[in-house]
């Protein structure tokens, strides 16, 4: 076990990064290891699926929903492809995670650009609204009309922030890079990615019919997208996450503090590429998913974080939807009411 005794668990957030820097280095044998038994899997059990459809529509829907499990993954592996730290050569992570927005239906470089603005203003009041949930405080949200509030009520319900929004981001908004309109490099990754997708469909129907399309493509996409949507919301929208005005907000206390550790069971992590801990990798992005394991069995402070839940913690999660400035917790509508009349 790495020597520990230069940290503790008053440690300042930002010293961390010194400490995180030595898990930074990938391997390239075990990023090609894991790489292979997320595809492999993945495309054996497409394939099946649509042989499977010729049989039982049942079976190979079944079948596409368990699939979804690896497709999850596979986006994951992309995200760290994102970051730079699946492979040490950087034009090699970033032409796998191009090739696998393919899959994910997500264009690469535009993911990246609004990805990394997520990382460089989480918990940044002043800095919303790019590569994160829409998160109104108490106060903004009395100021709106009646409209604005229904709107804003509608985008949080979970029908919508777990059913409809996956769809719509995924299935939609993906295909136009809405928020770089101007960055030629934006719509090139955007139609490159639209037009590999439009290939793939055409063989998928070609081989496998228009079952494949709806009970094999599009189920395994739809459960994958909802899935990373759920966990994207809790490794931040929890109640004792962290959002500070831009003069008291500071970069490494919001990543500590404002992102969760979420512990699941050992099958979902590993679907999961260890995403749920998320705090060490918001302190430290270049650490690859399979080092962060590493990271929480050397230092006993991070690996108990106060952001830590688990499953069941979690579900609390989605009821809340507006951040109390005043008492620093993330609130429910009801909460905020009731703050109001009083």
């Not at 957030?13 to 400490?19: G, H, I, L, S």
């Not at 997320?38 to 649509?50: D, K, Q, Y």
């Not at 049989?55 to 986006?75: D, E, K, M, Q």
């Not at 992309?78 to 034009?91: A, L, V």
Request: hydrophobic fraction near 45%.
């Amino acid at each position: 076990m790495t020597d520990t005794t230069d940290t503790s668990a008053n440690m300042a957030a930002r010293d961390w990064v010194q400490v995180l820097k030595k898990y930074r280095e990938p391997n390239s044998l075990r990023s090609s290891f894991e790489l292979g038994v997320s595809v492999v899997p993945f495309i054996a059990l497409w394939v099946l699926a649509c042989w499977v459809a010729n049989y039982s529509y049942l079976a190979a829907l079944g079948i596409s929903i368990v699939n979804g499990c690896f497709l999850l993954r596979l986006f994951c592996i992309q995200h760290d492809c994102g970051h730079g730290s699946f492979f040490e050569n950087r034009t090699v992570s970033d032409w796998t995670g191009r090739t696998l927005g393919i899959l994910t239906l997500t264009p690469y470089d535009v993911w990246r650009r609004t990805h990394s603005i997520h990382h460089s203003h989480a918990g940044d009041l002043d800095q919303r609204g790019i590569g994160d949930v829409m998160t109104l405080t108490v106060e903004e949200y009395h100021q709106r009309s009646a409209f604005g509030r229904l709107l804003y009520r509608f985008y949080r319900h979970p029908l919508v922030m777990f059913g409809l929004g996956p769809i719509y981001i995924f299935l939609l908004t993906n295909r136009i890079p809405w928020d770089g309109f101007k960055r030629k490099t934006d719509w090139i990754s955007a139609m490159g990615t639209n037009l590999a997708i439009a290939v793939l469909l055409t063989i998928i129907v070609k081989l496998g019919g228009w079952q494949a399309l709806f009970l094999v493509f599009l189920p395994t996409t739809l459960i994958a997208a909802s899935t990373g949507v759920w966990l994207f919301y809790v490794q931040h929208q929890f109640e004792t996450t962290h959002w500070e005005e831009h003069k008291d907000w500071q970069v490494h206390e919001a990543a500590l503090h404002g992102s969760s550790h979420y512990d699941l069971p050992p099958i979902l992590q590993w679907f999961s590429a260890n995403i749920g801990i998320h705090h060490v990798h918001h302190l430290y992005s270049r650490i690859p998913f399979y080092r962060l394991t590493e990271v929480l069995r050397d230092h006993e402070e991070l690996a108990n974080s106060s952001t830590r839940m688990n499953m069941r913690e979690s579900f609390k999660c989605a009821s809340l939807d507006l951040w109390d400035s005043t008492n620093k917790r993330l609130i429910s509508f009801a909460a905020a009411r009731k703050l109001q009349v009083g």
